[in-house]
């Protein structure tokens, strides 16, 4: 079992550069494909972006596309999710994904406010 933890979320205004991590324990992410979801409450849990298992292929919603970027140290069992240019609708609660097989499991999240 895989146990994570978001952090470095907080309240930054438009245009600004944040780095949102993801720490993994109990098990080595190498063999699981990591995302990164968000949810504003009362919505949907959206997609954000995902990275292979290696870190050679990644995949974005449109609406980050160009803007945010995941990343992967294997090694050090991390997942970064560098955010720039950022919007007020990018405001949201944003989640860390682990999944391999029928395997999923999630972080509890970490706030993202962005002031207009």
């Known amino acids: 079992q895989v146990q994570l933890v978001e952090s470095g979320g907080g309240l930054v205004q438009a245009g600004d550069s944040l780095r949102v991590s993801c720490a993994a324990s109990g098990h080595p992410i190498t063999l699981y494909t990591m995302s990164w979801f968000r949810q504003v409450q009362g919505k949907e849990r959206e997609f954000v972006a995902a990275?292979?298992?290696?870190?050679?292929?990644?995949y974005y919603a449109d609406s980050v596309k160009g803007r945010f970027t995941i990343s992967r140290h294997n090694f050090e069992n991390m997942v970064y999710l560098q955010m720039n240019g950022l919007k007020p609708e990018d405001t949201a609660v944003y989640y860390c994904a682990a999944r391999y097989g029928s395997s999923e499991y999630w972080g509890q999240g970490t706030q993202v406010t962005v002031s207009s």
């Open positions: 990275i292979g298992r290696t870190g050679g292929t990644t």
